[in-house]
């Protein structure tokens, strides 16, 4: 059995999992997928225990070899990867950048491909850091470019900057000092910019480093043919030149296509080092490789000669191959051991130019080819320069593939650098000559030999010889010197080096160049030989051969210089192999070396004749640190043996070159130093010496030189041995200061002459004073080891006397400018030399004296740079020294500051002396920081304050300023406030640092330092809150009594400015940034709001002072989203309500008398609470607070209120009000922002009230025009005009002045009531005007006129008035405008926004917006709602859900007492129209309902009840808003009799305005009067009012209804008074009938006279108070509106149908519906016989059809009197239209020609411009198909010309009623028709769109300038063979009132009484749709 034990005693185990363990079956197994972190808690043997990071109540086990073990961190309790800190921040930045990619992604951000690009690299180089396969120095490399790639991006995404150092580290910021902080941040702004600008310009030219480039070169491949083994010889040259630049490289290349050396296999690389940057700039840089060929004189090719390198080489020879390829040729190149006859020919050039590869080496990293071309009988520099010109060269086809790098830095920095490229066994070829730089380790001895040329004579020879000249190394003896020639890097050391040979050629030209390096110890003694030898091509013959010639040089000369640079001709000596004496090898050394040493002689000795027309060409070229060609150089340094020509020498040593002088630098500067000491004449040499010196550290200070400078120190540190030169020294350096300060004669003008040489020799001696200064201290140093120091005195008091000189030498007048500059730049040097041998204090008291001498404006740059200098030494970091120093500089800096001189210097000191009192190897700084705080402190904060803000020393300035206070304690402030205080100037200071800590994190001012330097902000803060803690103890100390309120204002100001800044706001930033801000500085609020408390309670009885001016600012602080801090700040106003409570009336911001007596106390806060309810006002808006903000203020302040005996009430008043208030701008904001423009008005208008009950007239202004400007927004006119008309009520008719509260924006020049009030006035009218609310625009005109006409007497401006006015009279009457429809909206559910919630508005919908149309709307502002089908009151599970539910139905509005002005009067009808929808504060909508118990059957006309509802809302409308708030409903029903009556005064009112519009305007169109009355007196459906006389006005109905007795005297009142009207009506048709419509006029004037004789035998004879003038004369229109299409005059209508009393019961409000346009096939379906039968209702609005439940079917024995009821009437002519939630119409309704003359013709007063609209209303079926039984009978019975039009109602079946309610639609009316009941036919087939344009008659009403709407159907021919005709109709509608169809009937004329069956069912739409 298992045993299970703990991992780990102390801690848990963390893993990841490699794979996917899955095995859910198996008991206690744990899943895991690839990459889950798990904590392992128990193992055994093969298993863990343990849970996975994500999902810790999950335990299981997990097999051991699915979980790779990870080193962990614990981090806020979770486990942790322990990666690097790169790999750590990687992580970060990715999950950080992470979020902000995804939404540059969505917003299409153009920066998101390069942020992509940068995550996918940080992603790639995090896993190379991770996989642990790199070497160190590509770490670093990865590591470098993972930091660039942050830093870039950081600032691509404008996020914080990441401080590093070098190495790409986060550096510690709480480790360095201020100003180093800022020092850092500006190299990071650098380091960003840098790493941007080399990502932008790849691809361009690099700058090339100053001093050494390298080349490395790496031979890949040689293309060529050849048979036998090959040296290449790569090296590079200068093409201007035809030069060799650098020695070769050599690749001993085999027959075989390899290297010959093992070594070199694969490994052919070389280092060209030391290349300058002149060397790169040269013109035309070659890569030039020289093939030369091993092996016979003739070369024989072969048929498979031809190789390449990369294809023998992957043949790869074995290694005795190899062995015996290496030993093929010798060490010597001549000949192998075994005899091979071997001669080196030349074989062929390759070359290539470098110059484009050095200036864009990236563009060249794979394979270069170099073109290679064979020598034919060409030298090998004759090939070259062939290739060079690219001349002759034919065709190419052999070449060499080289790779090619160009690399910067030295051998040693390379090494580090590229490890992998240059490794220890790589050659180095070096520059044949020095760098530009010498380094002074880099010891070289090198001899570069050129074999040039020759010229040799033929000697019985026919033919020219082939020459080959071997070189040796010979010593004084002739014998060889072994291993020192060197062909090139690459190649071992050889002994003797053997020319190429040229075939038969006399004059071989061979530019060789190899390289000898000999000991310098055996340079002297040797010299070099050359052989000559005639090379046979037989082989016999050339081993017979002996040398011909001999030459010889020495390469030391007899004066002891080496050999001259530069060619020499040598001369060549014959050699006699019979007289030449071979034992004595060095016998050819008495003979002259070269030409020019013959002088024309013709030496010879045994065995050695003189050649004369032979010589040998040669050039030298020496690099050497050791020897040298200097005549003059070598003299100097053998002084001792030539003392007579001393002077000439050291005279002579300003004419060595540099590179001879630094090459003896010591031995020269030994041979000075003897001479200085041991010379016999020290007037005469003394001054030579020190100027020879001075010379030689000239020369090493040159640039070229200066790295010997170390070797210069190195020598005087340990080289140098003169005890007694500093004596000499000093003496000399007094004289050269007294001689050049001793005032000199002047010229006769008076001016100095030219400068003088002893000035010219001070200035050249103060140059170089620091260096002869270490001499002296030196030498001195060595004496006092001697002597033991026993003449310290008089050194001290000599040096003290040279001090004293250079003080002197200062204040010369004469013009020493130059020596004192020198003498300010070294003296920092000479100081810390001096501290070895001379007294520190009293070394920095002259130091001092020398500064303070200088003269205020002299030399003031190189005084500062000394300072600078200074503050960098040794000397500076001793405290006593600093004592001394550090007053004067900070004095001379506080001087230049004032007087802004050098700036930029005096901030780079500051910036240094700050550095170092922050180092901890300093001692002590208190008394530094407080001699910087007293001298600097205010003028470096003033000068701060006073820089522009855009200047770069700002920031600078600041962080010098911030490093003062960061290092300041408690004692220093103490130190500082007195000093202050004695000199009166501690008030002006405190206020001064108040205010620049104030501007400094004020977000009003452009910040010091960029918003990205979140580490140098935080840094700042936290400076500034030390400060300001000391600061509170100041204030508090010397400024509360006496009290200073400037001071405490400044405070108060400046700490909440500070505390609420952005940067401290933490709650702001994203977690990596707050955790990062929490980890390095903590959040710093909680303490700043603590000491902001402290300092409120310690004012005391000063707080009345500050209550309303510090409101605004507490409030800002205690809304930081911070508890803690909000429970310690929120107090702070209970304090301030009770100041002011308790605060005197009698003497302003004071407690006053109110200590001794409480009756003065002034027993209100309204200064606090009006401060307040403005400032949360404001800051609330600007987006400060929350939620938990008001209830945690509420609760801490009614906690307080409820304790406190005066304020329990006042405060919890106040307390409330401020709660509700909050809650409303809370909500406000939230909701500002929201698409739904009502919400924004409804909280906009909810704070206008509550500004309006606190009295608050500045609030209440700025929030009218806000609210102003939402309506016009959305160009709700009218409701801005009422919303500006507030701000009128607050003006008076008055010319007082204008308070600021009561002032406007809009009107800034008004300055009195009266101007205000008079502006608003026209541009509340102008808004009337726009709103055409003309009616409202007179009553203001009607104010305005008042006061022109009676108060100001200004006429003028009354005339203009009145015909404003006139002209808005004229509007109402003539110009169009539509009333808007309102709705009932209930919002249910608590989704919706607090002001919504389960709540009834009353909405004022737009102009011609339709029910449909308003519920869209609502559902766009609402997308989450879901609009109610039915009226039905929800229950709690909606109310109460979290869903957002809508319930949309038209109401009606019900007209105000102010209507009854216009009752029984004559009064156009727009006049009337307008008050029917306006100002209106009540509505009601009805629903149907039946009822029983009125008898008889359910469906009789006694059983139609409604119940109504009314509805209060809190204001009219139209107002201030477009809705308003139902605040009282009320339910009631109405009975069958009331609604009869009802209907019958709609009727009369109808008929009554009909007449009145005819008899008014005689151009009217006579179909709608037509038509209405056609309707009224023929009344075709339910029997017209005859219903409701067998309902109601039977003895039956009064018996069962006694209390109805008055209502049924209205009914028969009404139904008698109907007769006199439509008598006028009649005769008034008469009058304007034309003539297509007499048979009308006859059928009308018979029905009528039937009625009237019933009417008036029942109820008696009524009068009418309308008269019809007979005289008046009929207009007859040429053109009728339609074609006389009617003759019959059995067009019956119904007016009293007891379902369409409300006009719309059966009309449908499902939402959505797609509206079916059928208005097309209906007109096409329709057919008239003779005359039209046309209405006209503007008013009446098409709805859909409502759904209903299904009837039962008519029965088979229908009564006749139902079949002759054909036309079908959904709006009777008499009936108004009742509130349904269908809306009206939009462009498009489906209209029939019976509903054309509707009740409302209220837009029939006028010519109007046309404008058509089309308007189209969808079909919807009703019931089911009738059966196919009930269709053959409608088939068989006789065609019948009434047919049912484009909004189909149900025909009327009294018999067949539905058994359902409708009461639960969401379609309401008060219609009772059967329509109601009986479900209506299928409607007609539509099509799918609308098209009028093919309509081919227009019926337009040219008068009125209407177009009628008209429907006509295409019904079967009746029996007396009426015509189908198919007529298409224009439809259009000018005056924007909708039309609503209804059915008709066309009856043929012969025979209207015969009983007519049903009308068939038109075929069901395609779009149509059953709604259940």
Same mark, same amino acid.
């Given at each position: ?1778 509130? *349904?939630? =269908?809306? #009206?119409?939009?462009?498009?309704? @489906? !209209?029939?020609?019976?509903? &054309?003359?509707? $009740?409302?013709? /209220? ?119 009426? *015509?189908? =005709?198919? #007529?298409?109709?224009?439809?259009? @509608? !000018?005056?924007?009132?909708? &039309?609503?169809? $209804?059915?008709? /009937? ?27």
């Amino acid at each position: 059995m298992s045993v299970w034990s703990d991992c780990n005693a102390k801690q848990a185990e963390f893993g990841i999992a490699k794979c996917n363990f899955d095995q859910e079956t198996k008991p206690h197994r744990l899943n895991l997928d690839v990459g889950d972190a798990v904590i392992i808690l128990k193992e055994t043997t093969h298993w863990y225990y343990g849970y996975r990071q994500k999902a810790k109540e999950t335990r299981g086990i997990f097999p051991k070899s699915y979980i790779h073990l990870c080193e962990y961190n614990i981090v806020n309790g979770e486990f942790c990867i322990q990666r690097t800190d790169i790999v750590e921040e990687i992580t970060k930045v990715l999950l950080e950048w992470g979020s902000i990619a995804k939404n540059y992604f969505l917003t299409t951000n153009p920066s998101f491909k390069e942020i992509r690009a940068k995550m996918n690299e940080l992603n790639n180089n995090r896993a190379a850091l991770i996989s642990g396969n790199l070497p160190l120095d590509e770490v670093r490399k990865v590591k470098l470019l993972a930091t660039n790639q942050i830093d870039t991006g950081n600032k691509l995404l404008g996020l914080d900057m990441v401080v590093r150092d070098e190495s790409g580290d986060i550096l510690d910021t709480n480790a360095i000092c201020t100003t180093e902080l800022y020092e850092q941040h500006v190299h990071a702004i650098q380091r960003i910019d840098k790493a941007n600008r080399l990502s932008s310009e790849r691809g361009t030219t690099r700058t090339l480093n100053k001093y050494s480039h390298n080349i490395l070169l790496h031979v890949n491949a040689f293309v060529c043919k050849f048979q036998e083994d090959s040296d290449l010889l790569f090296t590079l040259f200068d093409g201007e030149t035809h030069k060799p630049i650098s020695e070769n490289y050599v690749v001993k290349w085999s027959r075989t296509g390899i290297a010959r050396d093992i070594d070199q296999i694969d490994n052919n690389r070389v280092l060209f080092t030391d290349l300058s940057k002149s060397d790169l700039a040269i013109a035309k840089m070659y890569l030039v490789c020289y093939a030369i060929r091993i092996g016979s004189m003739e070369f024989k090719e072969s048929a498979d000669s031809k190789r390449t390198s990369m294809s023998i080489a992957n043949s790869m020879l074995n290694a005795s191959s190899r062995k015996a390829s290496q030993l093929s040729v010798s060490s010597n190149g001549s000949s192998s051991s075994n005899g091979e006859y071997i001669i080196r020919r030349p074989f062929g050039v390759a070359c290539k130019d470098l110059t484009p590869i050095i200036n864009k080496s990236e563009d060249f990293r794979g394979n270069i080819d170099l073109p290679f071309i064979m020598c034919e009988k060409d030298t090998l520099d004759g090939t070259l320069r062939k290739l060079i010109a690219n001349k002759d060269i034919g065709k190419i086809d052999s070449k060499m593939a080289v790779t090619i790098e160009v690399l910067r830095g030295d051998i040693k920095q390379i090494k580090e650098d590229f490890p992998r490229l240059v490794h220890t066994n790589v050659p180095v070829a070096r520059k044949m000559g020095f760098p530009e730089v010498i380094l002074p380790g880099d010891v070289r001895n090198d001899l570069y030999l050129t074999i040039c040329s020759g010229e040799f004579a033929r000697i019985a020879k026919t033919s020219e010889k082939n020459v080959e000249v071997s070189v040796c190394v010979a010593n004084e003896q002739g014998y060889l010197m072994p291993g020192v020639l060197s062909i090139g890097a690459g190649h071992q050391p050889i002994d003797e080096y053997k020319s190429v040979v040229y075939y038969h050629d006399d004059k071989p030209k061979w530019q060789e160049t190899f390289k000898i390096h000999v000991p310098i110890e055996d340079f002297k003694q040797c010299h070099l030989r050359f052989v000559l030898k005639h090379r046979s091509s037989n082989e016999q013959k050339d081993r017979t051969e002996k040398p011909f010639g001999l030459a010889y040089v020495r390469l030391m000369q007899a004066n002891g210089t080496t050999i001259p640079q530069g060619q020499h001709v040598l001369a060549v000596y014959k050699i006699d192999h019979k007289k030449y004496d071979k034992t004595v090898a060095n016998c050819y050394m008495e003979l002259p070396a070269t030409v020019a040493e013959l002088q024309g002689a013709r030496p010879s000795i045994s065995g050695l004749t003189l050649l004369p027309k032979d010589q040998l060409s040669i050039g030298v070229n020496l690099c050497s640190t050791k020897l040298t060609q200097s005549v003059s150089l070598l003299g100097l340094l053998n002084w001792s043996a030539h003392k007579e020509t001393l002077e000439q020498s050291l005279n002579a040593l300003s004419t060595v070159p540099g590179e001879e002088v630094v090459k003896f630098l010591q031995d020269i500067l030994d041979a000075l130093f003897n001479i200085l000491v041991e010379n016999d004449h020290p007037e005469k040499y003394d001054q030579l010496v020190f100027m020879s010196i001075i010379h030689l550290i000239e020369t090493v200070s040159d640039l070229k030189y200066q790295h010997f400078l170390s070797v210069l120190d190195v020598y005087i540190n340990e080289s140098f041995s003169f005890t007694l030169a500093y004596t000499k020294l000093m003496d000399v350096l007094q004289k050269n200061i007294s001689e050049a300060i001793t005032p000199k004669e002047k010229s006769a003008d008076g001016n100095d002459l030219e400068e003088s040489a002893e000035v010219r020799r001070l200035y050249k001696t103060t140059r170089y004073l620091h260096y002869v200064m270490k001499f002296v201290i030196r030498s001195r140093v060595l004496y006092a080891e001697m002597n033991c120091d026993t003449d310290y005195v008089d050194f001290a008091t000599r040096l003290q006397e040279l001090l004293r000189m250079f003080i002197d030498m200062i204040g010369c007048p004469s013009n020493l400018l130059k020596s004192e500059g020198a003498l300010l730049k070294n003296l920092h040097i000479i100081a810390t030399d001096l501290m070895q041998v001379f007294d520190q204090v009293r070394l920095s008291i002259s130091i001092v004296e020398i500064l303070e001498k200088f003269p205020p404006r002299r030399l003031t740059q190189s005084k500062m740079g000394c300072i600078k200098d200074f503050v960098e030494t040794k000397l500076f970091t001793l405290p006593k020294c600093r004592a001394i120093l550090l007053p004067v500089f900070c004095k001379h800096i506080k001087d230049h500051l004032e007087s802004k001189e050098e700036i930029a210097e005096c901030i780079n000191i500051m910036n240094n002396i700050l550095k170092l009192l922050f180092r901890s190897d300093v001692g002590a700084t208190h008394n530094d920081i407080r001699d910087i705080m007293i001298i600097l402190f205010r003028t470096v904060m003033k000068a701060a304050h006073a820089l522009d803000r855009d200047t770069g020393l700002v920031g600078k300035f600041f962080a010098i300023m911030l490093g003062i206070l960061q290092r300041m304690d408690a004692l220093h402030y103490e130190y500082f406030v007195k000093d202050l205080h004695q000199r009166g100037e501690l008030k002006h200071f405190v206020i001064e640092i108040l205010l620049v800590f104030e501007e400094l994190v004020s977000p009003h001012q452009k910040a010091v330092f960029p918003r990205d330097w979140m580490d140098m902000i935080m840094h700042q803060n936290t400076v500034i809150l030390g400060a300001l803690k000391h600061l509170t103890v100041v204030i508090t100390d010397y400024f509360l009594v006496p009290f200073e309120k400037q001071i405490w204002s400044n405070f108060f100001q400046c700490s909440i400015a500070f505390l609420v800044q952005s940067p401290l706001q933490l709650n702001d930033f994203n977690d990596n940034k707050r955790q990062i801000v929490f980890a390095r500085y903590r959040d710093i609020r909680k303490d700043t709001a603590m000491e902001i408390r402290k300092m409120w309670f310690q004012l005391g009885q000063h707080k009345p002072k500050f209550v309303p001016q510090l409101v605004e600012p507490i409030l800002e602080m205690s809304m930081i989203p911070e508890r803690e801090l909000r429970q310690e700040t929120i107090p702070i106003f209970f304090d301030m309500m009770q100041c002011e409570y308790y605060s005197s009336r009698l003497e302003q911001e004071s407690y006053g008398d109110t200590k001794f007596n409480n009756t003065h106390h002034k027993g209100n806060f309204s200064d606090f609470k009006t401060a307040m309810i403005e400032k949360l006002d404001i800051l609330i808006g600007a987006g400060k607070g929350d939620a938990e903000y008001k209830h945690l203020f509420e609760t801490i302040m009614l906690e307080r209120c409820a304790v406190h005996s005066t304020l329990n009430v006042d405060g919890t008043a106040f307390v409330e009000m401020v709660t509700r208030l909050m809650d409303k701008l809370l909500e406000y904001r939230c909701i500002i922002q929201d698409e739904s423009k009502e919400n924004r008005m409804a909280c906009t208008f909810s704070l206008l009230q509550f500004y309006s009950e606190v009295d608050l007239k500045e609030m209440y202004i700025r929030y009218v025009y806000k609210l102003c400007a939402l309506h016009m927004e959305f160009e709700n006119y009218t409701e801005a005009a009422f919303t500006l008309k507030l701000h009128t009520e607050l003006l008076r008719w008055t010319d007082t002045e204008l308070s600021p509260q009561l002032r406007s924006y809009r009107h800034s020049s008004c300055r009195t009531h009266r101007q205000l009030k008079e502006a608003l006035y026209f541009e509340i009218m102008e808004y009337f005007d726009k709103g055409k609310q003309w009616e409202c625009a007179i009553d203001m005109c009607r104010v305005l006129a008042r006061q022109y006409e009676e108060e100001i007497f200004d006429y003028l401006k009354l005339a203009e008035l009145l015909k404003r006015m006139a002209l808005f009279f004229e509007k109402i009457i003539k110009e169009l405008r539509h009333n808007s429809e309102y709705f009932r909206v209930c919002f249910y559910g608590r989704g919706f926004p607090r002001l919504l919630q389960n709540r009834v508005y009353i909405f004022r919908g737009k102009e011609y917006e339709r029910h449909s149309d308003f519920c869209a709307r609502m559902l766009v502002q609402h997308p989450q709602a879901e609009l109610m089908q039915t009226l039905e009151a929800p229950g709690e599970d909606i109310t109460n859900s979290d869903g957002q539910y809508i319930q949309v139905n038209k109401v009606e509005p019900i007209m105000g007492p102010a209507f009854n002005k216009f009752n029984e009067k004559i009064i156009n009808n727009e006049i009337v129209k307008y008050f029917t929808a306006n100002n209106v504060q009540k509505f009601q909508f009805s629903r149907p309902f039946r009822d029983s118990v009125g008898g008889g059957d359910r469906d009789d006309v006694r059983n139609l009840w409604l119940e109504r509802t009314e509805l209060l809302i809190r204001f009219p409308l139209p107002g201030i808003l477009r809705w308003f708030p139902v605040i009282e409903t009320s339910t009631f029903k109405i009975s069958p009799l009331e609604r009869a009556v009802e209907i019958m005064k709609d009727t009369n009112s109808n008929i009554r305005q009909l007449v009145i519009l005819h008899r008014s305007d005689e151009t009217l169109h006579i179909n709608p009067l037509s038509m209405k009355l056609n309707g009224i007196v023929d009344p075709a459906v339910m029997g017209g009012f005859a219903k409701y006389e067998e309902a109601f006005l039977t003895d039956d109905y009064l018996e069962q209804n006694p209390d109805d007795k008055e209502l049924v005297e209205d009914l028969k009142e009404l139904i008698a008074n109907q007769i006199p009207l439509l008598e006028i009506a009649i005769q008034l048709h008469r009058m304007r009938a034309p003539e297509s419509l007499k048979a009308l006029q006859e059928h009308l004037e018979g029905c009528f006279a039937d009625m009237q004789q019933h009417v008036e035998l029942r109820y008696g004879r009524k009068s009418c108070d309308l008269k019809i003038e007979r005289d008046s004369v009929v207009m007859r229109r040429p053109n009728s509106f339609l074609p006389p299409l009617f003759d019959g005059s059995n067009n019956r209508h119904s007016e009293t149908s007891m379902g369409s009393s409300d006009s719309g019961l059966s009309k449908s409000t499902f939402l959505p519906r797609p509206q079916t346009n059928s208005i097309k096939n209906t007109l096409a379906s329709l057919s008239f016989n003779t005359r039209p039968s046309l209405g006209h209702s503007p008013s009446i609005k098409s709805n859909k059809n409502k759904d209903k439940t299904p009837g039962k079917r008519r029965s088979k024995d229908c009564k006749v009197k139902e079949r002759e009821v054909h036309s079908l009437s959904s709006s009777q002519w008499y009936t108004p239209p009742l509130s *349904t939630i =269908t809306s #009206t119409p939009e462009k498009e309704i @489906n !209209t029939s020609i019976a509903s &054309l003359a509707s $009740t409302s013709n /209220s837009s029939l007063s006028g010519p109007k411009t046309p404008d058509p609209h089309i308007l189209t209303e969808e079909l919807t079926p009703k019931r089911p198909l009738r059966s196919e039984m009930e269709k053959e009978r409608r088939l068989s019975r006789p065609a019948s010309i009434a047919t049912p039009t484009a909004s189909i109602k149900n025909f009327p079946d009294t018999r067949s009623l539905s058994e359902s309610s409708n009461r639960n639609s969401v379609e309401t009316t008060d219609s009772t028709s059967e329509e109601d009941i009986r479900p209506p036919p299928l409607p007609a087939k539509a099509r799918d769109s609308t098209d009028f344009t093919s309509l081919s008659q227009n019926m337009d009403w040219t008068p009125n300038g209407f177009t009628l709407l008209s429907t006509i159907s295409n019904t079967s021919s009746s029996s007396m063979s009426t *015509t189908s =005709t198919l #007529t298409k109709t224009s439809i259009s @509608n !000018t005056t924007y009132e909708y &039309l609503e169809t $209804t059915n008709f /009937s066309l009856v043929g004329a012969v025979d209207g009484s015969k009983p007519r069956p049903p009308t068939p069912p038109p075929k069901p739409s395609r779009h149509s749709k059953h709604i259940p």
